[in-house]
C-alpha cells in the first residue's frame, strides 16, 4: 500500500468562502421545499378533515410527475444557451415563481368541501413541483460545474450540506408554529401565513445563488445548426437527443455505482426511522410517551450535531485519503452504528439508545457530501468520452432516485411494521416475538444497505489520480477554447 | 519548537472574508439551540387571556393501584394539553375516598362543585347513590363525566369504559382455542348483582353457542375476596374432576398465592378479566394463559381529553368511548409489564422487563 500526497487545490479551482456560502444559501432552501410540503400537510388532515388517504395520494402524485420532469429540466438547462448562462436564470426565476406559488398554495379558502381541497391542493402542487423543480435541477447541476478540483468540489459539497442541514432542522417545528394558538386562530390560517413566509425567504434566498455564482460552462453545440432547423424538426432531435442522453446517463456505470450507494444508505436509514421510533417508545420505554419522546427528541438532537461534525470531518479527512475511502469508513461506522443498535435497547436503561446516534450520523454527514462531488467527477469523464457537459441530467436523474426511494421507503415502511404484528391499540404491550421482529429489522436493513452501499461504491473507479488525469485531458482538449460564461456579477 | 508556533500562528491568520464566514455559520449553528430557548422563554411567561381548566377526578379509592395509574394519566394529559394551547391551563384535582364509598363520592362531587371546579370525572361506586350527585353538579354548571363504572341515568355527558359483553367473548373465545374446542368448563361469575360482571357473563353464554364442543357446567358466584374465589373453585372441580377450563370474569382468585398451592399449572386452562401486577406471576408459571387487561391509565387521560374536547375545542364527544382490553400472555408479558410500569405500577418483578 503506497502513501499518497493528495494534490493541493490551484488558486484558479478555489471557490471563496462567500460563493460557498451562496450556494449553500440554495441548499437551505432545497431542504426546506423538499420538506416543508410533508411537515405541513397535516393540516390538511387535521385542520381541514381531509382523509389521510388523500393527503397521502397528494404527496405521492408529485412523485410521478417528478420521474419525467426532473430529466426533461436537466437536459433544458444543460441545452440553454443565453448570456446569462444555462444554470442562473432557471435558479433566479425559479426561485421566485416555487416561493410564489408555495405562499398560495396554502391561501385554502374555507368552508369548502374535502374534493375542492384535495384538488386545489393537487393542482397546486404540481405547479409548486414544477417550479421547484425548475429551482432544484439547474442548482445541483451548477453545484458540479463551480469548480473543476477533485478536492474543490467536496469542500463546496460540503458547505452545502452543513448548511442544507438547518432546514431540516427548522422543518419540525412547523406544526408547533401553525397550531400556536397565540398566534393563529386555528392551524389553517397557521398555515396560510406560514407558507408566505416561507415563500418570502425561498424567494429572496433561493436567488441568492443565481446572483452571486458565475457560472464556468456554456452549451457545447453550435448555434447555427438549431437557426436552420424547423420547430417540429427541433422538436424532434431534441427528443431524440433527450431520450439518447437519458440512456447514457442511466448506462453509465461510476453513475449508478453512486445511485445505488445512496439509494441503499439512505433508504435503508429512512425505512428504519419510524421503527426506531416505536421501539424506543413501545419496547424501551414500555409504551410511555412521554419518555418515548424525549429520548428521540434527544437522539435527534445529537445526531444533528454529529451530522454537522461529520460534515466538517467528512470534507476534510477526504482531502487526505480521497472520497472512495471516506465513503467506505464513513458507512462502515453507520453499519457498526446500527448493529449497535441491537445492545442499545435496553429497557433497564433507555439511555442507552442514545449511543448509536453519533455512528448513525457520520454517514448520512458523509453521504451527500461525496456523493455531489463523486457525481461532479463522474461528469468531467462523461464530457471526456461524450464531449458534453450534461450536469443536468446527471443531476436531475441522481436526485429523482432519492425522492423516488424515499418515497418507496415511507410506504414500504408501514408493510414491514405490519408484518412484525404490531397492534398500536396494545401500545407496549406487543409480543415478544413483534419487538424481536421489529429490532431485527431495524438493525439489520441499515446495516445490510450500507454493507450493499459500501459494495457499490467501493468499486468506483474515479480515484483521485485518475480524476486529475480526466481533467489534464479535458483541459488539453478544450485547450483555450473553453467557454467561461461572464457571470453577471461575480468575484 | 518556536518554528511550529510561527507556523501555526500563520495558518490561522484568518482573511476578513473568512472571518464573516465562520462567524456566519458559528450563528448558524446555534440556531437551532436559540430557536429553542427563545420558545421555551416564551413558553414560560403566561401570555394575557389563558383560560384555565380544572377538573376534579374522583376515584373509587385512594390505595387501589388501578386508580393510581388512571391518576397519573389525568396529570400527564393535563400537562400535555396546557403545552399544546398557549391558552389553556387544564388542571386535575385528584379526589378518592380511602375505601369505596360512594356516600363520601357524592360529597366530593358536591364539595367539588362549590369549589368552583369547571368539570368532574368519576368512577361511580354505586351508580344510583351517585345520580344525584351527578345531576345537580350538571344543573350548577359543571360537566361530568365518568369512566371505569358508569351512572347511566344521570345527566353525565359521556362514558369512557370497556365493552363487558365484549370482554366475556374474548375470554370464551380465547379458552375454546386453548383446550381445542371441546371439553367442559366452568365461569366464575363473581358479585351476581354487579351489572358489569353479568355483562360480561352474558357475553360469554352468548359465544359458547359457537363451540358445540364445550359445555358449560354452570356459572358460579361468590363473594369478590381471594378465599372466597378459589373456594367455589375448588368445590366446582371436585363435582367436575374432568374440568378443562375456567373462565373468570374478574381475577379474586388470583390477587394473592393461595391459588398457587391449589391446582397444577397448565393442567386445567384458565382465562380472567384484569391483569395486575399481583396476577402477573400466575401467567408467568402457566397457571393462568390468558389475562384481559385494562388499560387503566387510559381511564385519565382519554377522559381529561374528552373534557377539553367538548369544553375548550367545543366539540362533540361520543356518549360512550369504549376502552378496549388487552390479552396478556406469556408471548407479551415482558410488553405488558414494562407498560405497566409506564403507567405508573409497582411491585413488578424486575425480571419480567427484560422478557
Redesign the interface.
Given at each position: 500500500m503506497s502513501t499518497k500526497v493528495s494534490q493541493q487545490t490551484p488558486e484558479k479551482d478555489r471557490i471563496?468562502?462567500?460563493q460557498?456560502?451562496a450556494y449553500g444559501l440554495g441548499g437551505i432552501v432545497n431542504n426546506l421545499l423538499g420538506g416543508a410540503i410533508g411537515f405541513m400537510s397535516i393540516v390538511l388532515n387535521v385542520g381541514l378533515g381531509i382523509n389521510p388517504a388523500l393527503v397521502g395520494t397528494l404527496q405521492a402524485i408529485p412523485r410521478l410527475t417528478d420521474a419525467i420532469t426532473d430529466p426533461i429540466m436537466g437536459y433544458i438547462s444543460d441545452k440553454t444557451r443565453s448570456r446569462f448562462g444555462r444554470r442562473r436564470p432557471y435558479i433566479f426565476i425559479g426561485a421566485i415563481c416555487v416561493g410564489l406559488i408555495f405562499a398560495l398554495m396554502w391561501q385554502l379558502p374555507p368552508g369548502n368541501s374535502e374534493m375542492f381541497y384535495f384538488w386545489f391542493f393537487l393542482i397546486g402542487s404540481i405547479i409548486f413541483y414544477l417550479f421547484y423543480t425548475m429551482f432544484a435541477t439547474p442548482w445541483v447541476a451548477l453545484g458540479y460545474e463551480l469548480t473543476s478540483d477533485y478536492h474543490e468540489r467536496t469542500r463546496l459539497m460540503g458547505v452545502m450540506n452543513?448548511?442544507g442541514q438547518?432546514a431540516w432542522?427548522?422543518l419540525p417545528?412547523f406544526y408547533?408554529i401553525m397550531?400556536?394558538?397565540?398566534l393563529f386562530s386555528d392551524s389553517v390560517e397557521g398555515a396560510c401565513t406560514l407558507a408566505i413566509v416561507i415563500g418570502i425567504f425561498v424567494a429572496i434566498v433561493g436567488a441568492v445563488p443565481a446572483i452571486f455564482l458565475k457560472e464556468r460552462f456554456a452549451a457545447t453545440e453550435d448555434d447555427s445548426e438549431h437557426k436552420k432547423e424547423s420547430m417540429l424538426a427541433g422538436i424532434k432531435k431534441n427528443v431524440a437527443e433527450f431520450s439518447k442522453g437519458l440512456v447514457t446517463t442511466v448506462k453509465r456505470p461510476e453513475f449508478l455505482k453512486l445511485c445505488a450507494g445512496t439509494f441503499f444508505l439512505f433508504n435503508g436509514i429512512m425505512l428504519v426511522g419510524a421503527f426506531s421510533s416505536y421501539i424506543t417508545i413501545?419496547?424501551v420505554?414500555?409504551?410511555?410517551n412521554?419518555?418515548g419522546a424525549k429520548y428521540m427528541g434527544l437522539f435527534g438532537t445529537i445526531n444533528?450535531i454529529s451530522t454537522?461534525i461529520s460534515i466538517a470531518v467528512v470534507t476534510w479527512i477526504s482531502s487526505r485519503i480521497g472520497k472512495r475511502k471516506t465513503f467506505i469508513i464513513a458507512t462502515s461506522i453507520t453499519m457498526i452504528g446500527s448493529l449497535l443498535k441491537w445492545f442499545s435497547y435496553d429497557?433497564?436503561a433507555p439511555w442507552k439508545v442514545l449511543l448509536p446516534a453519533p455512528m448513525i450520523a457520520v454517514g448520512m454527514g458523509a453521504l451527500f457530501t461525496l456523493m455531489g462531488s463523486m457525481i461532479a467527477d463522474v461528469c468531467d469523464l462523461d464530457e471526456l468520452e461524450t464531449g458534453e457537459r450534461r450536469e443536468g441530467m446527471f443531476g436531475s436523474i441522481y436526485w429523482w432516485m432519492v425522492k423516488l426511494g424515499m418515497a418507496l421507503a415511507f410506504g414500504l415502511s408501514g408493510y414491514l411494521l405490519n408484518a412484525t404484528g404490531f397492534v398500536v391499540?396494545?401500545?407496549?404491550?406487543?409480543?415478544?416475538?413483534?419487538?424481536f421482529y421489529m429490532r431485527l429489522v431495524d438493525v439489520l436493513i441499515p446495516a445490510g444497505a450500507a454493507l450493499i452501499a459500501i459494495f457499490a461504491v467501493g468499486s468506483f473507479k474515479i480515484t483521485e489520480e485518475k480524476a486529475y488525469e480526466i481533467r489534464s485531458e479535458l483541459e488539453k482538449r478544450r485547450g483555450n477554447e473553453v467557454k467561461e460564461v461572464v457571470a453577471l456579477q461575480g468575484e | 519548537m518556536y518554528e511550529i508556533t510561527i507556523i501555526n500562528l500563520k495558518r490561522f491568520k484568518m482573511k476578513f472574508s473568512n472571518f464573516i464566514f465562520a462567524l456566519l455559520l458559528g450563528g448558524l449553528v446555534i440556531y437551532s439551540p436559540g430557536c429553542q430557548e427563545i420558545s421555551e422563554e416564551l413558553a414560560d411567561i403566561e401570555p394575557d387571556g389563558v383560560d384555565t381548566l380544572e377538573i376534579t377526578m374522583i376515584a373509587k379509592s385512594s390505595f387501589n393501584p388501578v386508580f393510581l395509574s388512571a391518576k397519573k394519566g389525568a396529570f400527564q394529559e393535563a400537562a400535555e394539553l396546557s403545552e399544546k394551547y398557549n391558552l389553556l391551563h387544564v388542571t386535575v384535582n385528584w379526589e378518592a375516598p380511602e375505601n369505596e364509598d360512594a356516600s363520601v363520592q357524592a360529597e366530593m362531587i358536591r364539595k367539588a362543585v362549590n369549589s368552583g371546579t369547571d368539570a368532574i370525572i368519576v368512577s361511580c361506586s354505586d351508580k344510583d347513590s351517585l345520580t344525584a350527585a351527578i345531576n345537580n353538579a350538571v344543573d350548577a354548571g359543571v360537566e361530568v363525566m365518568t369512566f371505569d363504572s358508569d351512572s347511566p341515568d344521570s345527566k353525565r355527558f359521556a362514558f369512557y369504559g370497556p365493552d363487558d359483553q365484549k370482554m366475556g367473548k374474548m375470554l370464551i373465545s380465547r379458552l375454546a382455542e386453548l383446550i381445542d374446542g371441546k371439553g367442559k368448563i366452568a365461569i366464575l361469575g363473581g358479585n351476581p348483582h354487579a351489572p358489569n360482571l353479568q355483562e360480561r357473563v352474558a357475553g360469554m353464554i352468548d359465544t359458547l353457542a359457537q363451540f358445540p364442543g364445550i359445555e358449560n357446567v354452570g356459572v358460579f358466584y361468590h363473594n369478590e375476596t381471594e378465599d372466597d374465589a378459589i373456594a367455589q373453585m375448588d368445590s366446582v372441580q371436585k363435582m367436575h374432576p374432568d374440568l378443562k377450563g375456567w373462565a373468570m370474569v374478574g381475577s379474586w382468585a388470583l390477587f394473592g398465592n393461595k391459588l398457587l398451592e391449589k391446582i397444577e399449572p397448565g393442567k386445567i386452562k384458565i382465562v380472567a378479566v384484569d391483569a395486575l401486577p399481583v396476577q402477573l406471576k400466575y401467567i408467568k408459571q402457566n397457571y393462568v394463559q390468558v389475562l384481559l387487561g385494562q388499560p387503566t391509565y387510559r381511564w385519565g387521560k382519554t377522559t381529561v381529553e374528552a373534557i377539553v374536547k367538548k369544553m375548550h375545542e367545543k366539540e362533540k364527544v361520543k356518549e360512550i368511548l369504549r376502552l378496549e382490553a388487552i390479552p396478556v400472555t406469556i408471548e407479551n408479558l415482558g410488553g405488558w409489564s414494562r407498560q405497566l410500569r409506564a403507567w405508573g405500577y409497582t411491585n413488578i418483578p424486575e425480571e419480567y422487563f427484560v422478557l
Amino acid at each position: 500500500m503506497s502513501t499518497k500526497v493528495s494534490q493541493q487545490t490551484p488558486e484558479k479551482d478555489r471557490i471563496s468562502n462567500g460563493q460557498k456560502f451562496a450556494y449553500g444559501l440554495g441548499g437551505i432552501v432545497n431542504n426546506l421545499l423538499g420538506g416543508a410540503i410533508g411537515f405541513m400537510s397535516i393540516v390538511l388532515n387535521v385542520g381541514l378533515g381531509i382523509n389521510p388517504a388523500l393527503v397521502g395520494t397528494l404527496q405521492a402524485i408529485p412523485r410521478l410527475t417528478d420521474a419525467i420532469t426532473d430529466p426533461i429540466m436537466g437536459y433544458i438547462s444543460d441545452k440553454t444557451r443565453s448570456r446569462f448562462g444555462r444554470r442562473r436564470p432557471y435558479i433566479f426565476i425559479g426561485a421566485i415563481c416555487v416561493g410564489l406559488i408555495f405562499a398560495l398554495m396554502w391561501q385554502l379558502p374555507p368552508g369548502n368541501s374535502e374534493m375542492f381541497y384535495f384538488w386545489f391542493f393537487l393542482i397546486g402542487s404540481i405547479i409548486f413541483y414544477l417550479f421547484y423543480t425548475m429551482f432544484a435541477t439547474p442548482w445541483v447541476a451548477l453545484g458540479y460545474e463551480l469548480t473543476s478540483d477533485y478536492h474543490e468540489r467536496t469542500r463546496l459539497m460540503g458547505v452545502m450540506n452543513f448548511m442544507g442541514q438547518f432546514a431540516w432542522i427548522s422543518l419540525p417545528w412547523f406544526y408547533a408554529i401553525m397550531e400556536n394558538d397565540r398566534l393563529f386562530s386555528d392551524s389553517v390560517e397557521g398555515a396560510c401565513t406560514l407558507a408566505i413566509v416561507i415563500g418570502i425567504f425561498v424567494a429572496i434566498v433561493g436567488a441568492v445563488p443565481a446572483i452571486f455564482l458565475k457560472e464556468r460552462f456554456a452549451a457545447t453545440e453550435d448555434d447555427s445548426e438549431h437557426k436552420k432547423e424547423s420547430m417540429l424538426a427541433g422538436i424532434k432531435k431534441n427528443v431524440a437527443e433527450f431520450s439518447k442522453g437519458l440512456v447514457t446517463t442511466v448506462k453509465r456505470p461510476e453513475f449508478l455505482k453512486l445511485c445505488a450507494g445512496t439509494f441503499f444508505l439512505f433508504n435503508g436509514i429512512m425505512l428504519v426511522g419510524a421503527f426506531s421510533s416505536y421501539i424506543t417508545i413501545f419496547y424501551v420505554c414500555g409504551g410511555d410517551n412521554d419518555m418515548g419522546a424525549k429520548y428521540m427528541g434527544l437522539f435527534g438532537t445529537i445526531n444533528t450535531i454529529s451530522t454537522l461534525i461529520s460534515i466538517a470531518v467528512v470534507t476534510w479527512i477526504s482531502s487526505r485519503i480521497g472520497k472512495r475511502k471516506t465513503f467506505i469508513i464513513a458507512t462502515s461506522i453507520t453499519m457498526i452504528g446500527s448493529l449497535l443498535k441491537w445492545f442499545s435497547y435496553d429497557p433497564m436503561a433507555p439511555w442507552k439508545v442514545l449511543l448509536p446516534a453519533p455512528m448513525i450520523a457520520v454517514g448520512m454527514g458523509a453521504l451527500f457530501t461525496l456523493m455531489g462531488s463523486m457525481i461532479a467527477d463522474v461528469c468531467d469523464l462523461d464530457e471526456l468520452e461524450t464531449g458534453e457537459r450534461r450536469e443536468g441530467m446527471f443531476g436531475s436523474i441522481y436526485w429523482w432516485m432519492v425522492k423516488l426511494g424515499m418515497a418507496l421507503a415511507f410506504g414500504l415502511s408501514g408493510y414491514l411494521l405490519n408484518a412484525t404484528g404490531f397492534v398500536v391499540e396494545y401500545g407496549g404491550a406487543q409480543n415478544s416475538s413483534t419487538f424481536f421482529y421489529m429490532r431485527l429489522v431495524d438493525v439489520l436493513i441499515p446495516a445490510g444497505a450500507a454493507l450493499i452501499a459500501i459494495f457499490a461504491v467501493g468499486s468506483f473507479k474515479i480515484t483521485e489520480e485518475k480524476a486529475y488525469e480526466i481533467r489534464s485531458e479535458l483541459e488539453k482538449r478544450r485547450g483555450n477554447e473553453v467557454k467561461e460564461v461572464v457571470a453577471l456579477q461575480g468575484e | 519548537m518556536y518554528e511550529i508556533t510561527i507556523i501555526n500562528l500563520k495558518r490561522f491568520k484568518m482573511k476578513f472574508s473568512n472571518f464573516i464566514f465562520a462567524l456566519l455559520l458559528g450563528g448558524l449553528v446555534i440556531y437551532s439551540p436559540g430557536c429553542q430557548e427563545i420558545s421555551e422563554e416564551l413558553a414560560d411567561i403566561e401570555p394575557d387571556g389563558v383560560d384555565t381548566l380544572e377538573i376534579t377526578m374522583i376515584a373509587k379509592s385512594s390505595f387501589n393501584p388501578v386508580f393510581l395509574s388512571a391518576k397519573k394519566g389525568a396529570f400527564q394529559e393535563a400537562a400535555e394539553l396546557s403545552e399544546k394551547y398557549n391558552l389553556l391551563h387544564v388542571t386535575v384535582n385528584w379526589e378518592a375516598p380511602e375505601n369505596e364509598d360512594a356516600s363520601v363520592q357524592a360529597e366530593m362531587i358536591r364539595k367539588a362543585v362549590n369549589s368552583g371546579t369547571d368539570a368532574i370525572i368519576v368512577s361511580c361506586s354505586d351508580k344510583d347513590s351517585l345520580t344525584a350527585a351527578i345531576n345537580n353538579a350538571v344543573d350548577a354548571g359543571v360537566e361530568v363525566m365518568t369512566f371505569d363504572s358508569d351512572s347511566p341515568d344521570s345527566k353525565r355527558f359521556a362514558f369512557y369504559g370497556p365493552d363487558d359483553q365484549k370482554m366475556g367473548k374474548m375470554l370464551i373465545s380465547r379458552l375454546a382455542e386453548l383446550i381445542d374446542g371441546k371439553g367442559k368448563i366452568a365461569i366464575l361469575g363473581g358479585n351476581p348483582h354487579a351489572p358489569n360482571l353479568q355483562e360480561r357473563v352474558a357475553g360469554m353464554i352468548d359465544t359458547l353457542a359457537q363451540f358445540p364442543g364445550i359445555e358449560n357446567v354452570g356459572v358460579f358466584y361468590h363473594n369478590e375476596t381471594e378465599d372466597d374465589a378459589i373456594a367455589q373453585m375448588d368445590s366446582v372441580q371436585k363435582m367436575h374432576p374432568d374440568l378443562k377450563g375456567w373462565a373468570m370474569v374478574g381475577s379474586w382468585a388470583l390477587f394473592g398465592n393461595k391459588l398457587l398451592e391449589k391446582i397444577e399449572p397448565g393442567k386445567i386452562k384458565i382465562v380472567a378479566v384484569d391483569a395486575l401486577p399481583v396476577q402477573l406471576k400466575y401467567i408467568k408459571q402457566n397457571y393462568v394463559q390468558v389475562l384481559l387487561g385494562q388499560p387503566t391509565y387510559r381511564w385519565g387521560k382519554t377522559t381529561v381529553e374528552a373534557i377539553v374536547k367538548k369544553m375548550h375545542e367545543k366539540e362533540k364527544v361520543k356518549e360512550i368511548l369504549r376502552l378496549e382490553a388487552i390479552p396478556v400472555t406469556i408471548e407479551n408479558l415482558g410488553g405488558w409489564s414494562r407498560q405497566l410500569r409506564a403507567w405508573g405500577y409497582t411491585n413488578i418483578p424486575e425480571e419480567y422487563f427484560v422478557l
